[in-house]
């Protein structure tokens, strides 16, 4: 069975669990993206966002988004 992601927006939690990173290096690599997508500081990332900037695949990424 295919795991689907339950949300669109990705957090550093979300991005700490798939790079390996430091809470703090992936916070700083999501402010990256978001500067990346001239979006404003409320603004949230999307989940395809994230892959864009990083060139990883959505297939590879859903399994590390928590509900």
């Given at each position: 069975m295919?795991?689907?992601?339950?949300?669109?927006?990705?957090?550093?939690?979300?991005?700490?669990?798939i790079t390996g990173k430091s809470y703090?290096?992936?916070?700083l690599l999501l402010l990256e993206v978001k500067k990346h997508f001239n979006k404003l500081e409320h603004q949230l990332i999307s989940i395809d966002e994230f892959c864009d900037f990083t060139g990883l695949k959505r297939e590879e990424v859903i399994p590390f988004i928590q509900g």
């Open positions: 295919k795991s689907e992601a339950k949300r669109v927006c990705i957090y550093p939690k979300d991005v700490q669990r703090r290096s992936s916070r």
